[in-house]
């Protein structure tokens, strides 16, 4: 906890906006996005569970897009199936792989508008219970022009 306490304050604090939608008295969704000029990273971004596919997420992505209408990064998890497949289908493409040692992940960065791929990105095959933390399945696909 403390070092995500540490991560929040050295990243965000002072750098970034929190944006959220709210009904009253409850929190639906929150996104927080750094703005760099006119590019920028979506360091967050969160829907309720109770609140998911009606859109919200979209919305915000909408609301970064005009924040920030040269381009937009963000990382999430290789094992994040459904938050892949989300970005995949608002035109985001993934870019690089790293393994994050903080949260002991792979992590894909995904960029929009979509980068021409140079160097193709292997899918990543989420890690099971009994494979090490850092395999990476062949490329045979990938999260691109699926
Ligand atoms: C990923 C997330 C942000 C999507 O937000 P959402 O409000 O549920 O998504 P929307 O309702 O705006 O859906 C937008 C599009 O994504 C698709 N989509 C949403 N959830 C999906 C799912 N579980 N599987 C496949 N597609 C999905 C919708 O069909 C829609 O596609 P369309 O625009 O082509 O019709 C939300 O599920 C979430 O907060 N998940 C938990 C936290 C998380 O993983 N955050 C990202 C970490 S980086």
Redesign the pocket.
């Known amino acids: 906890m403390s070092a995500w306490r540490s991560r929040f304050l050295r990243d965000y604090a002072g750098r970034a906006e929190v944006w959220l939608l709210a009904a009253p008295g409850r929190i639906l969704?929150f996104m927080v996005l750094k703005p760099q000029r006119r590019h920028g990273f979506i360091e967050q971004?969160?829907?309720h569970p109770q609140?998911?596919?009606?859109?919200?997420?979209?919305?915000l992505l909408a609301l970064a897009r005009f924040r920030c209408p040269a381009g937009l990064e963000?990382?999430?998890p290789a094992e994040?199936l459904?938050?892949r497949?989300?970005y995949r289908?608002?035109g985001f493409a993934a870019q690089k792989v790293a393994f994050d040692p903080l949260v002991e992940r792979v992590i894909l960065r995904y960029a929009w508008p979509a980068l021409e791929v140079r160097r193709r990105v292997p899918y990543v095959t989420p890690p099971t219970s009994n494979s090490p933390k850092s395999v990476i399945a062949a490329p045979s696909w990938t999260d691109r022009g699926r």
């Open positions: 969704a971004l969160f829907v609140n998911q596919h009606q859109g919200l997420g979209r919305a963000l990382d999430t994040n459904v938050a497949e989300f289908r608002q």
